[in-house]
């Protein structure tokens, strides 16, 4: 199986900063990487996918880059509306496998 | 507006069979472009996938769970199924489905998520 190790696992941080959330697999998935938010007590939504394309609707503070095994989450002028906690998953191959998670609070 | 809602028992005994059913509305589950996925998250952790079944009746599980886990599709009812054996209290979660894009294998629509508890 593919190990999705993320870090760090949590981050503080203030409205109007850059968070940067890194996510590494264990080994090669090319692009095949999707980053999801999820808040408390709602399901998780996906932000990007394929590493670096940026789904509909998701606003563009965020991007995604990265390819191989070296991944990069990166919200720009974090909003209060972003405090939750962050996954990568990887989607390359089964088992799918998803990162520890990253909570970006306050 | 593709809508997934997950149901089933919320309690379940520990040695049973946890038993849920996710009903597709908006689009049809029979489509080749889209696996169907279900996705666990005990409280207070993180995401882990359970596994995935394509429109074919293929299906993918998760190794730490293959030996106790069903996914199943019902293709009249435009619903999925997940039947989980012998559980333990470890089988406590929020349990998931999401549609999964095969092109791109991300998740893009989910569930709300129901909660699971095995307890005695």
């Known amino acids: 199986d593919i190990q999705m190790t993320q870090s760090p696992s949590s981050v503080s941080a203030s409205v109007g900063d850059r968070v940067t959330i890194t996510c590494r697999a264990s080994q090669g998935i090319s692009s095949w990487l999707a980053w999801y938010q999820q808040k408390p007590g709602q399901a998780p939504k996906l932000l990007i996918y394929a590493a670096s394309s940026l789904e509909s609707g998701v606003p563009s503070r965020f991007s995604g880059s990265g390819s191989g095994t070296d991944f990069t989450l990166t919200i720009n002028d974090l909003q209060a509306d972003d405090f939750a906690t962050y996954y990568c998953?990887?989607?390359?191959?089964?088992?799918?496998?998803f990162g520890g998670g990253t909570k970006v609070d306050i | 507006q593709l809508q997934l809602q997950e149901s089933g028992p919320g309690l379940v005994k520990p040695s049973e069979t946890l038993s849920l059913t996710c009903t597709v509305s908006g689009g049809s589950i029979s489509s080749s472009s889209y696996y169907w996925g279900w996705i666990r998250q005990p409280p207070g952790k993180g995401l882990e996938w359970i596994g995935s079944i394509y429109y074919n009746g293929n299906t993918y599980y998760s190794p730490s769970l293959k030996s106790r886990v069903t996914i199943s599709l019902d293709t009249s009812k435009n619903q999925s199924s997940l039947k989980v054996n012998s559980v333990t209290a470890a089988d406590t979660a929020v349990y998931y489905c999401?549609?999964?894009?095969?092109?791109?294998?991300?998740?893009?629509?989910w569930g709300q998520g129901t909660l699971v508890t095995v307890s005695s």
């Open positions: 999401a549609r999964l894009w095969k092109a791109t294998t991300k998740f893009d629509y």
């Open positions: 998953q990887q989607a390359n191959i089964f088992p799918l496998t």
